[in-house]
């Protein structure tokens, strides 16, 4: 069994970043392909990148190169997403969720959190 | 405009069944088994119903089925229940570089 606890709400003003984490407990932490997953209010999910150790980099979605940066701890079992150049539409619940030992489902989310993006 | 077509919402009565469709590309449902299912209640984080186009993770009810032809995913629902209400996402592998897609969701209500 695995949690992901993310950190906690966050305002931003336009033009600046943000950095939510997201804490594994439980399996292996090394095992896991994180990925962060987006939902703006009452819309879809979106995914916007994540780290796969088949391929040992960080993949992002095209929507978000440039712009989003995803890492890991491996010594706090932390990972992180970084969302910079903040506007308004980036207002969102930001999801972390891992595959774990399948392919490319989502077997494990954090709670979410939410980004607010605001003069 | 979601990568993947599902329809906005579904609806249906306590005990029948309901089917929602998922329609992609080539390039991700048609291309690859690795179409995959989430329920989301109002304000909790989605839940893993399906995964491989058919699989159910342990813990997820028989009454929750996928199946595919061609570019479309779908997801099966019998016996309904007043607790299957909530908001469906498919998802699939795509060969690009943005590798996970998802569909704009389906609302289900249980009438």
């Known amino acids: 069994q695995v949690q992901l606890v993310q950190s906690g709400a966050e305002v931003k003003m336009p033009g600046s970043a943000v950095k939510v984490s997201c804490k594994a407990s439980?399996?292996?932490?090394?095992?896991?392909?994180i990925s962060w997953v987006r939902q703006a209010p009452g819309q879809g999910l979106e995914w916007m990148g994540g780290?796969?150790?088949?391929?040992?980099?960080?993949n992002y979605a095209q929507k978000f190169q440039g712009r989003v940066s995803i890492t890991t701890d491996e010594s706090t079992t932390t990972a992180y997403m970084e969302l910079s150049s903040l506007r308004s539409e980036d207002t969102a619940v930001y999801y972390c969720?891992?595959?774990?030992?399948?392919?490319?489902?989502?077997?494990?989310w954090g709670q979410g959190t939410l980004v607010t993006v605001s003069s | 405009q979601s990568a993947l077509t599902q329809p906005a919402s579904v609806s249906g009565s306590p005990g029948q069944s309901i089917t929602i469709s998922c329609t992609g590309t080539s390039s991700d449902v048609g291309g690859y088994n690795y179409v995959s299912w989430y329920q989301q209640h109002p304000g909790t984080a989605p839940k893993l119903m399906i995964y491989e186009v058919s699989n159910r993770p342990s813990g997820v009810s028989n009454r929750f089925s996928g199946s595919k032809s061609g570019n479309t995913a779908s997801l099966t629902i019998s016996g309904l229940q007043p607790e299957d209400e909530a908001d469906y996402y498919c998802?699939?592998?795509?060969?690009?570089?943005?590798?996970?897609?998802f569909g704009g969701g389906t609302k289900l209500t249980v009438l």
């Open positions: 439980g399996g292996t932490f090394n095992s896991y392909t």
């Open positions: 998802s699939s592998y795509r060969s690009s570089s943005t590798l996970v897609v």
């Open positions: 969720a891992i595959v774990y030992g399948g392919n490319w489902e989502f077997d494990y």
């Open positions: 780290i796969i150790p088949i391929f040992g980099t960080s």
